[in-house]
């Protein structure tokens, strides 16, 4: 029996599990160990040649009967099988001077740089004249100089990542024993506590037990990651060696292109950085209310003059979302591991009125997301702050661009067979994706499922019910009903598209309330009721989606409006394009003039003839410029923001679709096009 080892009879305890038994494996360093805590440990050790004690770190040799062997963690590339198989076997063939396929009886001598190909003395002269060659051998020398220094580069690469999984390895054990610490305190507290507090101890073991999964999970991802790319590195570097002392000089150079991209891809990889591990203790408290205490996770704190910013050097464009990176850092400069960082970032942008959707969010890799969104083009002073403190790069200036709108395609329709588009006029999209679109050419109305599939014709033209005269506007009432701007029969048409009836038809010519002269934009307001744009009696109607007439408003007073496109409800407003004022004008709920902006011209933030409206996402107004050809982005108080940077051929109406498309009418093209 080795004299550093003896067997007990007696009851002992593991100095690691704490578990009492007999006749344990014990270490002559005076700690015992059970088989269960002897193996694990010393699976950890044998790594390194001798077993570590795991209390007192001595080294000392293992028993017999507890060699473990260590498992292979190394495989063979399926492509170096066959190579390995044949020098088992003895077979593996020496290099040996190759002849040309085309003259057999010649060998090959050169190497053609322009064909990228071997080449014996007949085909220089018959085949490839005038072009770069060199002797093979001294090509071959060339390329297994290059080989060697990749191989030599990936070799210095790979132990770099072997560093990485030895840190790995280490914070594994660290883990381990800091959880079993703190489990076996928290049995010792559990000990001196009533029975009723035992579902309380379950909870903590269980809390503690998801820490340690958590953290475990994470490390041995990492580590099997590096082992992936160890494994690469070592398998590419041994066949490239293999290749050199065995292969062909013709096999060298044919494979010659391919061993560079790889070595290029591996010597690219990153070393990733070593996180440090969490400290998990538990903290007993007093037995009052019979609560044995909580679980403590503690971090080294997050330091901000040790954070950094990322992602700053981009392009930010108003009424877009700007996101960067906020990469937290201990005071050591270790990447922190705490979890909701978040509730400890705070993101400040100046001039706090021009900003939308200011939003602080964790990352999954431990940065943090910051995201806000700009209203109008200019700087933006960011100043980002962890616990109070400010970064060292705070506050700095940001410039934000002008958004240019860009058309991504267009949309397509499918018609039934014979149908086509004479006039494309209004645009209405519901809550499912399916598209109305007004022909006023052709007095109808399609209806297209999502997908652009033409599901239903209504209409012709004539007075009757359910037939059109130049029908302008179209608006979604609910997902099934649709409202129409019948303008030359001066009456709004309420239809049902799923069956084609009509629902509700109001209005007739005239001045008087309900009444409509050339009706030529209708939509619904937050309160379902019926807002009607009137061309010839320039005002707005506002009714009851039955038709009633409630008021109306811009036909009288300073600022009367003429020859109105288009007037949609938003935030307590009206806004309407006035056409014949080349301005846009906003008015309260009970139709109070409030404010107004732009003028004709074909600068930025000018209109020539302002058509049809839609508030976007970012709460600002995108114009359909008629005869300047273009859409623009306006704030609510008027402030140019961006524009369509591609010339759209008269835009009539547009609306956006529920995936958050903007879709545009070409009245000139009869074409709809998708914005984004």
């Not at 570590?52 to 170096?80: W, Y």
């Not at 494994?231 to 292969?247: D, G, H, L, P, T």
């Not at 019910?465 to 009456?491: H, T, W």
Request: charged fraction near 30%; aromatic fraction near 8%.
């Amino acid at each position: 029996m080795d004299p550093l080892l003896k067997n007990l009879k007696k009851q002992v305890t593991c100095s690691i599990c704490l578990d009492t038994y007999t006749e344990p494996k014990t270490i002559s360093c005076l700690h015992t160990f059970c088989c269960e805590c002897l193996e694990r440990h010393a699976r950890v050790s044998q790594r390194q040649g001798k077993f570590r004690c795991p209390e007192c770190q001595a080294e000392i040799g293992l028993p017999e009967g507890n060699r473990f062997d260590r498992l292979p963690n190394s495989f063979f590339h399926k492509s170096l099988l066959g190579v390995l198989e044949a020098e088992d076997h003895g077979a593996v063939p020496r290099p040996q001077q190759e002849t040309c396929s085309q003259h057999k009886e010649e060998r090959l001598r050169y190497f053609c740089f322009s064909c990228d190909m071997c080449i014996c003395p007949i085909c220089v002269t018959e085949d490839h004249r005038g072009h770069a060659f060199e002797v093979l051998e001294k090509a071959m020398q060339e390329e297994k100089k290059n080989i060697v220094s990749n191989v030599e580069t990936i070799k210095e690469k790979a132990n770099l990542f072997r560093e990485e999984i030895r840190k790995l390895e280490k914070t594994s054990e660290d883990v381990e024993m800091i959880i079993t610490i703190a489990k076996r305190e928290v049995s010792e507290a559990a000990e001196h506590v009533i029975i009723k507090t035992r579902q309380q101890e379950k909870q903590l073991l269980q809390s503690l037990e998801m820490t340690r999964r958590k953290r475990i999970e994470r490390i041995n991802s990492a580590k099997q990651e590096l082992e992936s790319l160890v494994k690469r590195m070592i398998q590419a570097a041994e066949f490239a060696e293999k290749m050199v002392q065995r292969n062909s000089t013709a096999d060298i150079i044919r494979n010659k292109n391919t061993l560079r991209q790889k070595f290029e891809e591996l010597r690219g990889s990153e070393v990733p950085k070593h996180r440090q591990t969490t400290f998990v203790k538990f903290a007993a408290v007093s037995l009052q209310n019979f609560k044995l205490g909580s679980i403590q996770v503690t971090e080294k704190p997050v330091n901000a003059f040790k954070s950094t910013l990322e992602r700053l050097d981009q392009t930010f464009h108003a009424g877009v979302q700007a996101e960067f990176m906020l990469c937290p850092r201990t005071s050591g400069g270790e990447m922190s591991d705490q979890d909701d960082l978040k509730d400890q970032v705070a993101l400040l942008i100046k001039p706090a009125k021009d900003v939308i959707s200011v939003i602080v969010e964790d990352k999954d890799d431990g940065n943090v997301r910051l995201m806000f969104t700009p209203k109008v083009p200019g700087a933006y002073s960011i100043q980002v702050k962890i616990n109070g403190d400010k970064l060292p790069t705070c506050p700095m200036t940001v410039l934000v661009k002008e958004r240019e709108l860009v058309v991504a395609g267009e949309l397509k329709l499918k018609f039934f067979p014979g149908d086509t588009l004479t006039g494309l006029n209004g645009i209405a999209v519901n809550t499912k994706g399916e598209i109305a679109v007004t022909d006023n050419k052709g007095h109808c109305v399609y209806v297209f499922d999502k997908d652009g599939n033409c599901s239903r014709k209504i209409g012709s033209m004539g007075s009757s019910a359910g037939k059109f005269q130049y029908p302008e506007g179209v608006s979604f009432l609910n997902d099934n009903e649709v409202l129409i701007a019948d303008s030359c029969n001066n009456r709004i048409q309420r239809l049902n598209i799923q069956t084609g009836t009509v629902v509700k038809i109001f209005g007739k010519y005239g001045q008087g309330k309900g009444e409509f002269g050339f009706p030529i934009d209708v939509n619904v307001d937050e309160e379902e009721r019926v807002v009607v744009s009137e061309w010839e009696n320039n005002r707005i109607q506002v009714m009851s989606k039955e038709g009633e007439p409630i008021f109306t408003f811009g036909d009288w007073g300073p600022e009367k409006l003429c020859k109105i496109r288009s007037c949609i409800s938003f935030k307590n407003m009206f806004l309407v394009s006035d056409g014949g004022n080349y301005c846009i004008k906003a008015f309260d709920k009970s139709g109070t003039f409030l404010y107004k902006f732009g003028k004709q011209g074909n600068q930025d933030g000018q209109f020539n003839w302002p058509g049809c409206l839609l508030v976007d996402s970012s709460d600002n107004i995108l114009v359909c410029d008629y005869h300047n050809n273009r859409v623009q982005q306006i704030s609510l108080d008027g402030r140019f923001i961006g524009k369509s940077i591609t010339r759209l051929p008269e835009p009539a109406a547009i609306t956006t679709a529920p995936d958050g498309r903007v879709l545009v009418t070409s009245e000139d093209e009869k074409k709809v096009y998708i914005l984004k």
